[in-house]
């Protein structure tokens, strides 16, 4: 046992020793993190990341999981599991959420009040905070579009809220990813509407999921794997060719695989999980697609999808 490991076990009782961490990923890749920290009460964090901080200990902040992946060796650190999932109103057109909140309870929870405006992101996995993080979007509506500010803690500026532009939102990108930001919790203002109104919203997000559930891959996966190299443009017909998908499919990469990790036949930008693939097949299968794409078309393409290694986030 690390000394500085004595020091989060006694003061958070919660803490497991030697977690698993594939199971809280969609990809389903990952080995034990020598600590492993389920916070579902907000007000914990900067006290537990500022005792992890004091000791020296690597840290790591973990959502839904759709967009990560570990390293077969796992963490040597801690790993804290953000999965409060508190929401409520907090004006008559705002709601308020926990980080932990999953993407789907917020929509389901708007819809129910009335409110509008999320509906076209029903089919995204996730949490609210990781949107937040990664400007996640669909069908013409990305977070920035109905989000209001949020509560963040870093180690170095505290807890404390912050305003829409704090985050410069751009395509799958904001401020966060790059910060030692960790966010708490998020307000989002949406648009009022009648219950009849609502209601129609909340079937036809319900149509879209099937829709895209249907067209989708079905298994252990993190969703579109590459960025599109050109961010959408929902008021005019996009060019295939702005497309991650389409640029891996032209390039020959459907069916590629390395060890347990294979591109779908279905959709060139999904990466499947066989069942005991690493996180070297991924990486390694990854590097393969982009360097075909750079050949065919002389376009880098940008994963979504973080790596973690044994001690923190590999550089993109």
């Known amino acids: 046992m690390i000394d500085p490991y004595l020091h989060i076990i006694k003061n958070f009782p919660e803490t497991v020793q030697n977690q698993p961490l594939a199971p809280f990923t969609t990809m389903g890749i990952g080995g034990p993190a020598d600590l492993y920290f389920k916070l579902t009460d907000t007000a914990q964090l900067p006290y537990l990341a500022e005792a992890a901080q ?42 308020v959420a926990d980080a932990g909140t999953l993407l789907s309870q917020v929509i389901q929870f708007a819809l129910k009040n009335s409110l509008t405006g999320i509906e076209k992101m029903t089919a995204l996995p996730g949490t609210i905070g990781g949107a937040v993080r990664g400007n996640a979007g669909a069908f013409g509506i990305e977070t920035k579009d109905i989000f209001s500010h949020a509560l963040l803690y870093s180690p170095t500026r505290g807890l404390r809220e912050e305003q829409k532009p704090y985050f410069n939102f751009d395509y799958r990108h904001s401020t966060i990813k790059t910060s030692d930001d960790i966010i708490l919790k998020v307000w989002l203002k949406l648009k009022r509407a009648t219950p009849e109104i609502a209601k129609k919203a909340l079937q036809e997000s319900l149509d879209i999921v099937k829709n895209r559930i249907s067209k989708q891959p079905k298994g252990k996966c993190s969703g579109s794997f ?91």
């Open 54 to 95: 004091e000791h020296k200990i690597p840290t790591v902040i973990l959502a839904g999981g759709s967009n990560m992946v570990f390293a077969d060796e796992g963490f040597r650190g801690l790993v804290i599991h953000v999965a409060s999932r508190h929401i409520a109103m907090d004006n008559e057109d705002i709601i």
């Open 226 to 316: 590459f960025k599109n190299p050109i961010p959408p443009d929902y008021s005019n017909p996009q060019k295939p060719e702005a497309k991650a998908a389409y640029l891996l499919e032209q390039s020959g990469c459907k069916d590629l695989q390395v060890g347990d990790a294979k591109v779908s036949p279905l959709h060139a930008n999904w990466i499947m999980n066989l069942g005991h693939a690493t996180q070297k097949d991924v990486l390694t299968l990854a590097d393969q697609m982009k360097a075909l794409v750079k050949q065919k078309f002389d376009i880098t393409l940008e994963k979504e999808v973080q790596f973690i290694s044994t001690t923190g986030p590999l550089k993109p």
